[in-house]
């Protein structure tokens, strides 16, 4: 297995529509370990069609509780589960995690009887690791360490950026966050950073097309990053790659990859990926 990332879902907030993008998940493979963040609505179809199968997760990570990076996260433990998860999967979150997957298996209570009874399955709770995490340290696998730091995101408090190190690569991702500088020092050196981008002259349609949800414009502002941002965040650490990701807005076909470029442009010069779902980016 060659160290990649793919991106599985690059649409930034929770809603769908025919031919959009899915919400937030992406793969990282590193050092002979298969690791999911976040977890939006699609993440296990997308996983299986890029040809990673649910059972091959060592670990899936939560930057924090927003709908489009969790919903899909019951779903998708409990259907690799019935594809004959047995090995231990160990799952970090913030602060309600565990509150989430208690809930989620008493939602299951039934189908989980009749599994483990008639099928004799070991019961998920035995083999599901739940992880609640806070700002530093959080993780290690063999040499693969992995480093926590809260970012800014309102209302949200527990949102966290993470980053991802071994000997031979460093991977950030941003989460979701707010032109954040203290996100450019965590960030330093890193061969690929993946952060969330907003494109300004988008704003207005995507406001516009959601009628119902009046506060929407103030959340954008508050809580995301212009692409341009992006673009001093990305100067500030000196990263190898940047790649676009939980793009706002994702479907607008008004704006193309060129548009994102041409902000980022302003403030970096360096390698840009605009994020799709299903694109694999090598680790080189």
Same mark, same amino acid.
Request: net charge negative; aromatic share 6%; hydrophobic share 45%.
């Given at each position: ?227 341009? @941002? ?28 060129? @548009? ?25």
């Amino acid at each position: 297995m060659d160290d990649a990332i793919i991106l599985l879902g690059t649409k930034g907030g929770p809603s769908l529509r025919k031919g959009s993008p899915s919400p937030s998940a992406s793969v990282l493979q590193m050092n002979g370990q298969t690791i999911l963040i976040d977890c939006g609505i699609g993440a296990a179809r997308a996983l299986v069609e890029a040809d990673v199968p649910l059972v091959a997760l060592d670990a899936i990570f939560i930057t924090h509780l927003h709908s489009d990076h969790l919903l899909d996260l019951g779903p998708l433990v409990y259907t690799a589960w019935t594809t004959d998860l047995v090995d231990p999967l160990h799952v970090y979150g913030p602060p309600g995690l565990q509150n989430y997957w208690t809930h989620f298996l008493a939602a299951m209570v039934f189908d989980h009887g009749v599994r483990t009874v008639g099928d004799k399955r070991q019961p998920l709770d035995q083999i599901v690791q739940i992880h609640e995490y806070s700002e530093g340290p959080i993780a290690t696998f063999g040499e693969l360490t992995i480093t926590a730091l809260r970012v800014d995101h309102p209302p949200v408090t527990d949102c966290f950026a993470l980053r991802f190190s071994v000997p031979a690569h460093t991977v950030v991702f941003s989460a979701d966050t707010c032109y954040f500088p203290p996100l450019g020092d965590f960030a330093k050196g890193a061969d690929v950073l993946v952060h969330e981008a907003m494109l300004s002259k988008g704003i207005d349609a995507l406001v516009a097309r959601l009628k119902r949800a009046p506060g929407l414009r103030n959340h954008l502002l508050a809580s995301h990053t212009m692409a341009e @941002d992006v673009g001093h965040i990305a100067a500030q650490a000196g990263v190898g790659q940047l790649i676009l990701n939980h793009l706002v807005p994702a479907d607008d076909p008004a704006f193309t990859d060129d @548009d994102w470029k041409d902000a980022i442009a302003q403030n970096w010069a360096g390698s840009v990926t605009v994020g799709k779902d299903g694109l694999r980016i090598p680790l080189t």
